[in-house]
């Protein structure tokens, strides 16, 4: 508290017009407000544009707190993002799979590093501008009970970034802006003339700016080549995993005559709108009836595993003697990688695989063997999932109060990355984890990214799959 009586609230100004928003309006509201701006990157050859982004957003956010009238701190917790964000994105992808960096600097730096240093500073509350709301309940016996919900602005909704935040971190957390539309808070950055009113949103990893992801991973991860292998329709026709997903599926369903479905219908998260309520094609008894074993390995994905023999034969006039691949009817070699760390389940940019209708998808990266398997057009079988499971140590629960105990099974809704509208779904507790079913397929599970799962508006927690 400071010395006036005022709730002191220190704001995470970055330079951006959120923070500046964010900052504007808790100076409104009588809160004793600073600004504390926070560097956390130094490497500026790692960046698309190749010069230090921060210095520019500092400079922006010094003359947007002037303008404001609060006071103007900085912070170099560039240390800490390396040690508790950057190294465990490296080690992420040296196994293979994908992190969040977002969701990780939330959780470690700007609600623990930086809330640690605001407190040092005299804050009795961390501010941001995410587009997300707090409300806190009060339990019978009196305890404070806080609510995660999401931003009233449905298209900038940022709540799955925060999507490890613990009853701690948000009893201390302030989100000023999370109840007004992106344009609103443009025009009062505009009424309020402020330096950053017409600043582009940032993009790329957090602090450190629009990066090629390849190269930037090349500081720790070595290039290796290795084959790009093209996945066939026909590979999944005698494929045990495949076969068990479809049956074990369909033995779930209320209605038996119903089919299957295999393939998610929705083609990317800018053209998909929100899955519209319709009833669990699944039967509870059926779920709850289905052992631990047959869980797990319904939340597995199909590997593949591709051999090609090959032939020699003569070419030319000279009859040269040359080596070849054989036809393979599952599949093919349709090209070379730099390293299959490098890549992620979904991707379809960088692969350079020419000849073919539809985009060419990543359907699997297999880290050991450094090969790529890759499937065309959105509808290919190896691209959708519907089971996916979280591991006891990865499950977090933003409600503890709410946590699930073992055997339960309930309805949420479910994402499993940023902006993809929310899927419906059956949580089911189990003790070799926590179990997710979709009600329709889901495109590029990807192992590492983080699924939420939310009740109505509520985030009540999160997990690693």
Request: glycine letters at 8%; hydrophobic letters at 35%.
């Amino acid at each position: 508290m400071a010395e006036n009586g005022k709730i002191k609230v220190c704001i995470g100004l970055s330079g951006g017009v959120d923070s500046s928003v964010a900052a504007l309006l808790l100076k409104q509201q009588g809160y004793d407000v600073f600004a504390l701006f926070m560097q956390n990157w130094h490497d500026a050859s790692t960046t698309l544009h190749g010069d230090c982004e921060w210095e520019e957003d500092r400079f922006v956010a010094e003359l947007v707190a002037r303008k404001i009238g609060i006071p103007f701190y900085f912070v170099d917790l560039s240390k800490e993002y390396r040690q508790r964000v950057v190294d465990y994105m490296f080690d992420e992808y040296e196994k293979g799979r994908t992190p969040n960096p977002d969701v990780l600097c939330n959780r470690e730096i700007k609600f623990d590093a930086f809330l640690k240093c605001a407190k040092g500073l005299g804050a009795d509350y961390v501010a941001t501008g995410h587009y997300c709301r707090k409300e806190t309940l009060l339990t019978p016996e009196g305890k404070e009970i806080h609510r995660l919900l999401a931003g009233s602005d449905p298209n900038k909704d940022q709540s799955y970034f925060l999507c490890q935040l613990t009853q701690e971190q948000l009893s201390q957390a302030m989100f000023p802006i999370g109840d007004i539309i992106k344009p609103e808070v443009r025009r009062l950055a505009h009424e309020a003339d402020l330096p950053s009113a017409d600043k582009k949103d940032s993009q790329g990893i957090c602090f450190v700016g629009k990066v090629d992801l390849p190269t930037f991973l090349q500081q720790k991860l070595k290039p290796c080549e290795g084959d790009i292998v093209e996945v066939y329709d026909a590979y999944y026709t005698d494929n045990e995993q495949y076969g068990f997903i479809e049956s074990t599926l369909g033995s779930l369903m209320s209605d038996q005559e119903q089919q299957v479905k295999m393939i998610t219908d929705y083609i990317s998260e800018d053209k998909a709108h929100p899955s519209s309520v319709q009833a669990c094609p699944f039967s509870m008894e059926k779920i709850a009836a289905l052992g631990d074993e047959a869980l797990f390995r319904l939340s597995q994905p199909i590997r593949h595993d591709i051999r090609f023999e090959t032939e020699t034969y003569r070419s030319g006039r000279k009859h040269i003697k040359k080596t070849r691949y054989k036809e393979n009817p599952f599949g093919k070699i349709v090209g070379r990688h730099d390293g299959a760390q490098f890549y992620t389940i979904g991707q379809r940019k960088g692969l350079n695989v020419g000849g073919h209708k539809d985009s060419i998808f990543v359907i699997q990266t297999d880290i050991p063997n450094n090969i790529i398997y890759v499937g065309e057009g959105h509808t290919h079988k190896g691209l959708s999932r519907s089971c996916l499971r979280v591991a006891p140590e990865e499950i977090h629960w933003i409600r503890p109060d709410l946590a699930m105990s073992e055997g339960e099974i309930r309805r949420y809704k479910v994402r499993i990355r940023y902006r993809q509208p929310l899927q419906e779904a059956t949580l089911v507790m189990r003790g070799n984890g926590l179990y997710i079913l979709f009600d329709q397929p889901q495109r590029g599970i990807t192992p590492g990214q983080f699924a939420a799962w939310y009740d109505g508006d509520e985030m009540l927690g999160s997990g690693v799959i």
